[in-house]
């Protein structure tokens, strides 16, 4: 059974960083395509990074520069690097995967997700 989970959220003062970590399992051999969300207080869940299993990366221009998706598919594990975070992006975030090798930004490209991280920012 494919899971993933989440790992590394809490609070900081903006400015800070953060790391997030999200583990997979269940894939066997393959590799998923994979992608962090977030929900902000009273919003809509939206995508933010995504990677593919070739290592190809995409993310949404408000976290340009400041954060950075990774992974080690060794460890069976995803990362986001957030660095000068900011209130703004106070939310949970998901990590979410996908069997396909390709992956975009909405949430129906992905059919399993985690129970989600809170992150918040205070300025």
């Known amino acids: 059974q494919v899971h993933v989970a989440e790992s590394g959220g809490g609070s900081v003062q903006a400015g800070g960083s953060l790391r997030l970590s999200c583990a997979y399992s269940g894939y066997g051999s393959r590799r998923p395509c994979m992608g962090w969300f977030r929900q902000a207080p009273g919003k809509k869940r939206e995508g933010v990074a995504r990677?593919?299993?070739?290592?190809?990366?995409y993310q949404v221009d408000s976290t340009m520069g400041r954060f950075t998706i990774s992974r080690d598919d060794a460890k069976n594990m995803m990362y986001l690097q957030m660095n000068r975070l900011l209130p703004e992006d106070t939310a949970m975030y998901y990590c979410a995967a996908t069997p396909e090798s390709h992956c975009g930004l909405k949430e129906s490209d992905y059919n399993v997700w985690g129970q989600g991280i809170r992150v918040t920012v205070s300025s």
């Open positions: 990677i593919n299993i070739g290592g190809g990366t």
